[in-house]
């Protein structure tokens, strides 16, 4: 039945009928609460004729009332499989919650939209209609059928009082009916008041939501029954109703309301409130309308919570550590005290590991995070980096001695023995520590010091602590023999790039490749770049090395160009190079010394580190570049210290997965935790992902499952000269797992 005619019949003869200001103001309410509600609202047939639109639902869709009302649902909405699904779960239940569909738009767009779909039945149990109402979402489903108008009930009601009740009477009553029954089949909370804030009006979910049933809410005061909160300050919230009755105003609620309810139960909602007018303009009243978010908020809580907290310990990971970090240090300098930097690693913890089992290696882990949270203050933090390392940030530290005091408690604490399952288990550990700002280094080098003191400790027998050296590491970063070979390397032309592939495991098609530093020693052989790299990295011969990795890399393009090969290259810029004000310099001149390569086919890596010391500079500095055409990659991900924060603000165009987390997510559920995340970031981000370190099939087909199309491994193919890719890239063939998996997902 169309609920439009029949809405505007109760109106228009309404008025004719009955001159009381009883039926005036029924009248007036009754249109208000179809065309207030934020929801779409239509009803089809079983014929799937749309027989009543709202405003809501027309401007939902882009279409008018007139063009939708009696058409076939999907001459407009697109496809209804999902619907007709739908449809017959409706048979079997008599409702269909919080489904989602899409529908089309008059200009072909798709609109995500969660819907609620009921049954109305006539006095024999028999389905006759369904009614739908909507919400854009925007990014969620489709729309079940909706419930076609009790067209029969509202005959049988109508026969049954037509020997008491006029023509005009009977249509008055059955528009009252269907709009009780529109408002009882919503999804959402209902309450209207009168002009002085007095419910007159609650529907079944208001009912649940409140506590209160409409007969004992009746007459009382809305602020009464609907009790608001706010989440995080607890603070009681002003009725919206109030406000809406003295503007005459639309009002929305704020984020973090929490409806308290009768019965104590709390539900974190989201509503609005609309003014009811009379057909003279008169304020008659409001119109709430409210519906349970509180999984939502659950959800989005946890989530927050996993992306800064370690899942094994409770404790700060990386990500809050780094946020921990800025704090710490700020505080340092404003109260020129001391910051201690602590880096735990428990000795001898994998044999224990591998005789005792990983389930109690677990809760091993777990004691020694509550042992070094009871040791420390509450300004302090103590955080987990991953595996048996464990990081202390100590405020406020008078001195050296103070410092050495307080890792003395820390050893003798890990130390007392630990029972587990009835099995007693002693072990020591190792702890390494600078100072800042005795140590002025920035957040990623004062970790990477105090890692180095607890290694020194470690050798010099464990079970002990060691304080960095800064006049001694100073004295080995500067070593002039090792600057004078590395030097002499770059003159002699003795360094080579290798190239490693990168494909799209999807397509199989190759994608663009990484250059790779190797020295060819004369008679070591063939040498890393972690084997010297570390020795230049805050000189400026690695600005050096990366002004000759550019120039080659350009030059190894064009090369492939002539080839019919346009790849994209990658380079690896250090944090030094990338700092020194000259690197946009240095890439302009590279450019225009190859003026056949398109500045698109050479891509910038960087370390997400690289952003820490000024992430507006840094900003300013990747647009710069990708204003000539290049574009950039955040490398190594996940193993840094930056926060969502950085990589919101970041404008580097894809994301490389370290391989240190990808390598193990066959096996390791925490590393397929961070790989999945790190996927899902990228998606959030609008971010390509490409994931390093895949090794074996096995590693492609679980990344493709988890959407992550790019990689690049051994799997795929080591790192070769560049006179070995033709060859490679010409019989080059994607994995047939790979394939097989695709053409899985496509059926």
């Known amino acids: 039945m169309d609920l439009q005619p029949l809405i505007l019949l109760h109106l228009e003869m309404g008025s004719a009928m009955f001159e009381t200001n009883a039926h005036i103001k029924e009248q007036v309410f009754l249109k208000q609460i179809l065309e207030n509600s934020p929801d779409g609202i239509f009803t089809i047939d079983f014929e799937l004729h749309i027989r009543y639109v709202n405003s809501a639902f027309c401007r939902l869709v882009n279409y008018t009332e007139q063009e939708l009302t009696g058409s076939f649902i999907t001459e407009h909405l697109g496809d209804m499989d999902i619907l007709n699904a739908c449809m017959k779960l409706i048979e079997e239940t008599g409702e269909c919650n919080d489904q989602e569909t899409i529908f089309k738009r008059r200009d072909g767009s798709m609109v995500h939209v969660s819907k609620n779909v009921r049954t109305i039945k006539d006095d024999a149990e028999n389905v006759t209609g369904m009614l739908i109402t909507v919400r854009d979402m925007s990014k969620l489903h489709q729309l079940n059928k909706a419930l076609e108008i009790a067209k029969q009930q509202l005959k049988q009601h109508a026969d049954e009082l037509e020997k008491s009740l006029t023509e005009r009477e009977q249509a008055l009553y059955l528009a009252k009916e269907l709009a009780e029954v529109t408002l009882a089949s919503i999804g959402d ?3 209207t008041t009168d002009v002085l804030g007095r419910v007159t009006f609650l529907n079944p979910i208001a009912t649940n939501l409140t506590g209160w049933t409409l007969d004992e809410a009746q007459d009382k005061p809305l602020s009464e029954i609907f009790n608001i909160i706010n989440e995080v300050s607890r603070h009681k919230i002003k009725n919206p109703v109030s406000s809406v009755l003295r503007d005459g105003k639309t009002v929305t609620l704020a984020n973090h309301t929490v409806l308290i309810s009768r ?14 007018f009379k057909a003279d303009g008169t304020l008659m009243g409001c119109v709430l309308v409210f519906h349970d978010v509180t999984e939502k908020h659950r959800l989005l809580n946890a989530t927050r919570w996993q992306a800064t907290h370690d899942t094994l310990t409770n404790l700060p990971n990386r990500v809050l550590l780094s946020d921990r970090f800025n704090h710490a240090t700020a505080r340092s300098q404003r109260q020129q005290n001391l910051l201690a930097v602590c880096i735990i690693d428990l ?21 020694v995070a509550k042992r070094l949270t009871a040791i420390v203050r509450g300004d302090d933090t103590v955080a987990r980096l991953g595996g048996d390392e464990f990081v202390l940030l100590l405020s406020d530290v008078n001195d050296v001695d103070e410092l050495e005091l307080i890792m003395d408690r820390v050893l003798v604490s ?10 007693r288990i002693t072990l020591s550990a190792s702890i390494g520590a600078t100072l800042y700002p005795l140590d002025q280094s920035d957040t990623d080098t004062l970790l990477r010091h105090a890692d180095q003191a607890m290694y020194q400790a470690k050798q010099r027998g464990r079970n002990q602590y060691n304080l960095f050296d800064i006049v001694l590491d100073r004295q080995v970063t500067s070593s002039h023999q090792t600057l004078k070979q590395i030097k002499k390397a770059l003159e002699s032309n003795a360094f080579v790039l290798y190239y490693q592939p990168k494909v799209n495991m999807r397509t199989g098609v190759i994608v663009g490749m ?17 084997d010297f790299l570390p020795q230049v990295e805050q000189t400026n011969l690695i600005i050096d090395l990366g002004v000759w990795v550019m120039d080659q890399t350009m030059q190894q393009i064009s090369v492939w160009l002539k080839a019919g090969k346009s790849w994209v290259v ?4 250090a944090a030094l190079h990338f700092h020194s004000g000259d690197f946009l310099q ?22 997400e580190s690289v952003a820490l010391n000024d992430i507006n500079q840094i900003n300013q500095l990747i647009r710069d570049c990708q204003a000539l055409g290049v574009s950039f990659s955040l490398d190594d991900f996940g193993t840094g210290y930056s926060s969502l924060s950085y990589l919101k603000q970041l404008p580097a165009e894809t994301i490389k997965i370290d391989q240190a987390f990808v390598r193990d997510i066959l096996d390791d559920r925490d590393d ?10 990228g998606k959030v981000f609008n971010r390509k992902i490409i994931a390093e370190g895949v090794e074996t099939t096995g590693h492609g087909v679980l990344l493709l499952r988890l959407g992550c199309d790019l990689a690049q491994g051994f799997g795929i193919a080591r790192p070769m000269p560049a006179i070995q890719v033709l060859n490679w890239a010409n019989a080059y063939v994607a994995d047939p797992a790979w394939t097989k998996c695709v053409d899985a997902d496509r059926n």
């Open 189 to 191: 909370g209902v309450i």
């Open 672 to 681: 397929l935790t961070v790989v999945e995340a790190v996927i899902n970031i």
């Open 570 to 573: 990658s380079i690896n810029i």
């Open 414 to 423: 890990l130390s007392m023995p630990y029972f587990i399952h009835n099995k």
């Open 514 to 530: 990484e250059a790779l530093l190797r020295w060819q020693h004369p008679t070591q052989g063939l040498i890393l770049p972690l």
């Open 263 to 276: 019965q104590g139960t709390e539900y974190n909602i989201e509503d609005s409130a609309a003014p009811i």
């Open 586 to 607: 240095h890439l302009k001149d590279a450019l225009a010394r190859y003026p056949d390569v398109p500045a698109h086919l050479l891509e910038i890596e960087i370390l």
């Open 347 to 367: 000795d001898e913890f994998k044999p224990v590991n591998d005789r005792y089992g990983h389930d109690i290696g677990d809760v091993l882990l777990i004691e």
